[in-house]
């Protein structure tokens, strides 16, 4: 069995699949990766199937050692690769390709230019048990571990023996980044729009919003117009699908990721596309940020179409093929 | 008290994959109990594209698969499901009724004296009026087993704290609001803490992890410090 050992975490890394659905009603979130489209593309590139569990990289990505071979590949924000094998010179990995490392090679990855998360995938997942159906880790309770450290080591599947995918070209690359880096969201409108008043809505939807610094993967904070609230920012507790956008006070918005809790008691003014999650999952602190108007039926058409063109550049791997 | 169940509850999306569910009851406990009845109806016909029935103080989220094909069928089929429920609701639903242990001791219930102040009551009323109700668990939310009771006694009705503590001591039995709730675990939170428990609400090893589901009743029993926490075991009893 091969493992990879972690010499220095980044700034928040952890093992993340497609996290626990069908938890909500015990107060369990959803976890997984923040961006699931990365975590998606990074498995396919290995050979994995969609939901096995990477390493989700956050702004800074860490050092590792690979002892006894990995098969990996990085898709999100392109940080830079650079692998140390033994008796080798140093080289640079390409992102949105998968790579064999040697046993005892190590691999660097650099911090993110643009961005803020990436899905270092390998080949065969890594290997823990699951908690309530999932290898995801819910930083705020502890739920399926915590954040690695330097001195951890994963259990990983040994190299597998088929060749590798080839990577994505050129042209597939700038599309998908084009995605994850746009400069607006869709979102519909929210479960209590119709609780705000028409200026509150109109200013909330013609203004830019910033994005705070307090961000994590259970939110991130936006700063803006003086959007006020009804109720004085308080409802009664409801629950909140991913990428609702929350309204406390009068300027500032929440938008709920992945390690949100599944209730919450502040007026939802819109909710962001599911295909638009990920780029949310790419946010960085002091970005404007801009959300466009659309219908849920037209959220829901973006969404498959996404998935259809993620099929397209890199097709999902076939169900129950578990490397040797 | 079963409520009335012939109105048909509003449903509606939020963003493009969950749907809102509003029970047509009148009152908010009857709205409360509705939930129940309905997330019950929708468990049961496991729909196909559902991922998550969540439900809430007087509403229930419905999110859907987004990878699901037809989600506007499988909308479809809730409304259909839900249009049957209302026929059924008033039906006596089976429920559990948990006894918990509760200290109300002045270092378990640090803002006793402050609630007291606030509701013009003595510290001792405080503790009686908590442990008087039979509650309802209307829902589980905020972080893994956290149950958000229903049948506050009205005297104890206070504001949540102006700002969160950094750490609640993990069974520490809270209120704010109308609402009463228990943390499972040591997190921050912003609501009056007037009792604790040793029992253990939530452990991702157990089957089922959380010990309450929403629909379940809670009562909770007066304990002294010692006997929650005997001296001679190990546990939380030392910390805070």
């Known amino acids: ?324 | 008290m079963p409520s009335s169940p012939t109105a048909v509850p509003q449903v509606a999306w939020v963003g493009g994959h969950a749907l809102r569910v509003r029970p047509a009851a009148p009152s908010e406990d009857g709205r409360g109990e509705q939930v129940h009845a309905l997330c019950a109806a929708l468990a049961e016909a496991r729909i196909e594209g559902v991922l998550d029935l969540v439900p809430a103080w007087e509403s229930l989220l419905v999110v859907l698969d987004e990878h699901a094909a037809g989600l506007e069928q499988v909308e479809a089929e809730v409304v259909r499901v839900l249009a049957g429920a209302g026929l059924a609701a008033g039906k006596p639903a089976a429920t559990r009724t948990h006894v918990l242990p509760v200290c109300t001791c002045a270092a378990c219930a640090p803002d006793r004296d402050e609630v007291a102040r606030a509701a013009g009551l003595d510290a001792r009323e405080v503790g009686a009026r908590l442990l008087a109700p039979t509650y309802v668990v209307q829902m589980l939310g905020f972080t893994p087993g956290f149950p958000y009771l229903r049948g506050l006694d009205e005297g104890l009705r206070v504001p949540r704290l102006p700002s969160p503590r950094r750490e609640v001591p993990a069974g520490s039995v809270a209120v704010a609001g109308a609402q009463a709730g228990i943390y499972p675990a040591a997190t921050p939170g912003g609501w009056r803490l007037l009792g604790r428990t040793p029992h253990r609400l939530f452990d991702a090893s157990q089957s089922p992890c959380a010990a309450l589901a929403a629909g379940d009743r809670v009562r909770l029993q007066q304990v002294t410090h010692e006997e929650a926490w005997p001296a001679a075991a190990p546990g939380p009893a030392g910390r805070r």
């Open chain 1, 1 to 324: 069995m091969a493992s990879l050992h972690v010499l220095e975490a980044g700034l928040c890394t952890s093992v993340q699949d497609l996290g626990r659905p069908g938890q909500a009603a015990l107060g369990v979130a959803r976890s997984g990766a923040a961006d699931t489209l990365s975590l998606r593309l990074a498995n396919r590139l290995v050979g994995n199937e969609d939901g096995a569990a990477a390493l989700e990289l956050t702004l800074t990505g860490g050092r590792y050692r690979v002892q006894g071979g990995a098969r990996v590949a990085l898709a999100g924000t392109p940080m830079e690769l650079r692998l140390h094998a033994p008796g080798a010179a140093p080289c640079m990995l390409a992102p949105f390709t998968p790579h064999d490392l040697p046993e005892g090679s190590e691999l660097e990855v650099g911090p993110a230019r643009m961005g803020a998360r990436a899905c270092l995938a390998l080949a065969g997942g890594v290997q823990q048990d699951e908690v309530l159906g999932s290898r995801s880790v819910h930083l705020p309770s502890g739920l399926g571990g915590r954040a690695l450290r330097a001195g951890d080591t994963l259990r990983l599947h040994s190299l597998p023996r088929t060749p590798a995918r080839a990577g994505l070209d050129a042209a597939a690359q700038a599309e998908v980044l084009a995605w994850l880096m746009a400069a607006h969201v869709r979102a519909t409108e929210g479960g209590h729009a119709d609780r705000f008043d028409e200026p509150a809505r109109a200013l909330f939807w013609g203004s830019a919003w910033r994005v705070g610094s307090q961000g994590n993967r259970m939110g991130v904070r936006m700063e803006g117009p003086a959007v006020r609230p009804p109720g004085e920012g308080r409802l009664p507790t409801e629950g909140m699908p991913l990428g609702a956008v929350q309204v406390p006070r009068a300027g500032e918005a929440i938008v709920l990721l992945c390690d949100a809790p599944p209730t919450g008691g502040y007026p939802v003014i819109a909710c962001l596309c599911a295909a638009d999650l990920p780029r949310a999952a790419q946010w960085r602190p002091g970005e404007q940020v801009r959300m466009v108007p659309v219908a849920p039926e037209e959220a829901r058409r973006i969404t498959r179409e996404r998935a259809a063109r993620l099929d397209a550049l890199c097709p999902p791997v076939a169900a129950s093929r578990v490397p040797a």
